[in-house]
């Protein structure tokens, strides 16, 4: 394949990413988050890091901006779950005949939500 036009992300950003299998590349070689197109994605990934810190206050006004982030948000997730599901079902359907409990995608999932949810 040739060049691909990556994200831009921030090492540790980009790891975790990857290592949650965030990241795809569409047939014109730009990367992107999956279930989102490339410009989605930047535009996604430009508005978290705007807001990153911040807390929306009960009652807040959701604008045009917040309501479009909630909605890539979801779809983002929805595609993520969904690779997720197809990998742990691959994983379940190995030749071993074991049935894998986790995966490094699933804890990586699990350590996200501790973080993100105490």
Do not use: C
Request: no cysteine; glycine share 6%.
């Amino acid at each position: 394949m040739a060049d691909v036009a990556r994200l831009k992300l921030e090492p540790g950003s980009r790891s975790f990413l990857e290592t949650i299998r965030s990241l795809a590349v569409d047939s014109e070689g730009r990367e992107h988050l999956v279930g989102l197109t490339a410009r989605e994605s930047n535009w996604y990934l430009k508005y978290a890091r705007s807001r990153w810190g911040r807390r929306d206050k009960p009652g807040m006004a959701v604008d045009k901006d917040r309501r479009r982030y909630l909605r890539l948000h979801a779809k983002y997730q929805v595609a993520r779950f969904q690779g997720i599901a197809e990998l742990r079902k691959s994983e379940q359907g190995d030749e071993s005949g074991t049935r894998s409990t986790t995966s490094p995608t699933m804890n990586a999932t699990r350590e996200l939500a501790v973080r993100t949810h105490p």
